[in-house]
């Protein structure tokens, strides 16, 4: 069974840090990309890094990049996403997506192949 567990969310102050955990199973971890997307309340989900896990190339939507690192711990068949200088716009619920492509363009989301049921991020004033 596929499973992508996200975990690492919470309430955070504006300027502060957090680091989301992706644990995933049930498929060849090194032969996937795995994505983190974000959706916040009343918007479309949005892509925001991606990692190719077989040789650890990482992506990032251009406004992400600089707060956000994404990583991977490829012995616990895990990812991460460091957050720093959080900001209240960056409150949403963080998912996790594994697939053979990044797709971090608007709407391409969809096409991600599986998905984890999220992680909720607070950013506060």
């Known amino acids: 069974e596929v499973q992508l567990v996200e975990s690492g969310g919470g309430l955070v102050q504006a300027g502060g840090s957090l680091r989301l955990s992706c644990a995933a199973s049930?498929?060849?971890?090194?032969?996937?990309?795995i994505g983190w997307f974000r959706q916040a309340p009343g918007k479309e989900r949005e892509g925001v890094s991606c990692?190719?896990?077989?040789?650890?190339?990482?992506y990032y939507r251009a406004s992400m990049k600089g707060r956000f690192t994404i990583s991977s711990d490829n012995a616990k068949n895990t990812v991460y996403l460091q957050m720093n200088s959080l900001k209240p716009e960056d409150t949403a619920v963080y998912y996790c997506?594994?697939?053979?492509?990044?797709?971090?363009?608007?709407?391409?989301?969809?096409?991600?192949?599986?998905w984890g049921k999220g992680t909720l991020v607070t950013v506060s004033s």
């Open positions: 990692i190719r896990i077989s040789d650890r190339t990482t």
């Open positions: 049930g498929f060849p971890f090194d032969d996937y990309v």
């Open positions: 997506a594994a697939d053979k492509f990044c797709r971090l363009y608007p709407g391409d989301y969809v096409g991600m192949l599986y």
